[in-house]
């Protein structure tokens, strides 16, 4: 049977009138008669070329609002996040007790105190959200596509897309690189190698050297982290918990047909991934840098 291609803009808005949507036909409309009052205002107090060049500037931001888009967002979504961030404040920091007067010459920096979006994670790895919504975290661990055969990579197209026809609620998948060290490894091959002979003790204290130079320099390790989160809008922690484990096993089962293993992650787990996530970078070399940076407070199941 042939394959029959489905359409990824099923959502786009009904077009109205001379193949606009309502949305662009009331921009169009608003701005030409935004255009003519900018227009008649400044023809009383300007010449006739500068008016013109008014209504023509207010015309043309109009056009803008109504025809500009990007990744699914409108032009007047996109205006509205460049306010947004222009007025917002260019630093957010760690600053529960509040943030300290700011040091003299330095009042122009706007900076803002870092509410992080959880508000609660329990021991079972349900996490709450400060709008009170849950969400959970799972661990991705996938196979290497591009070394299957066509038909292989077909069936692995096909998996996916039933998990994303499946879904009910909103989902991320996060994909993200953090630095890998063999150090735990070095550790245990030193420990283990208590108690033997000589030369393979020199032989392992060599390896363990070895392993140890593999994180360092310019041939650092990286290590891939993806991540898949599942939200459920229930207020109540143990509906969104069964919800979300609903959830989770149907996912699991649905890509499993992509050899794509999920692991729910644990309280201890998903608190000491959001510390990593909140913990600053080291300063320049010879910076001392003090404080621990804490997960959020695990709560009883």
């Known amino acids: 049977m042939a394959g029959v291609r489905l359409p990824a803009d099923v959502e786009l808005e ?34 006739l070329p500068f008016a ?3 209504g023509v500037a207010v015309a043309a931001l109009g056009l803008a609002l109504a025809f500009a888009g990007r990744e699914g967002l409108s032009g007047e979504a996109l205006a509205l996040a460049a ?3 222009l007025l917002g404040p260019r630093r957010l920091l760690l600053a529960p007790e509040g943030l300290a007067p700011p040091l003299p010459g330095a009042e122009g920096l706007r900076a803002a105190p870092l509410e992080p979006p959880v508000a609660r994670i329990r021991r079972s ?19 290497s596509f591009l070394l299957r055969s066509e038909e292989e990579q077909a069936a692995y197209v096909a998996a996916f897309g039933r998990f994303l026809n499946g879904l009910v609620e909103p989902v991320q998948i996060q994909v993200a690189r953090e630095h890998a060290s063999l150090e735990p490894q070095a550790g245990a091959l030193e420990q283990a190698a208590d108690g033997l002979p000589a030369p393979l003790a020199a032989a392992a204290a060599e390896h363990a050297a070895f392993l140890r130079s593999l ?3 310019e041939g650092s390790l990286w290590r891939r982290r993806i991540l898949l989160v599942l939200r459920s809008g229930e207020r109540d922690a143990a509906v969104a918990e069964a919800a979300l484990a609903r959830s989770a096993a149907q996912a699991a089962e649905l890509l499993r047909g992509a050899e794509v293993v999920l692991s729910p992650l644990g309280g201890e787990q998903v608190s000491a991934l959001l510390a990593r996530a909140l ?11 003090e404080g621990v940076v804490e997960g959020a407070r695990l709560a009883q199941p």
Request: hydrophobic share 45%; aromatic share 2%.
């Open 83 to 85: 306010l947004r961030h």
């Open 215 to 217: 994180g360092g320099g």
């Open 279 to 289: 913990d600053p970078p080291a300063g320049p070399p010879g910076s001392l840098r």
């Open 14 to 47: 009904d077009r109205l009138a001379f193949g606009l949507t309502g949305r662009q036909l009331a921009l169009l409309a608003g701005s030409a008669a935004c255009a003519y009052a900018a227009e008649r205002l400044a023809a009383g107090l300007l010449p």
């Open 52 to 54: 013109l060049a008014a």
């Open 125 to 143: 790895g349900l996490v709450e959200l400060a709008d009170g919504s849950h969400c959970r975290l799972l661990a991705v661990r996938g196979s």
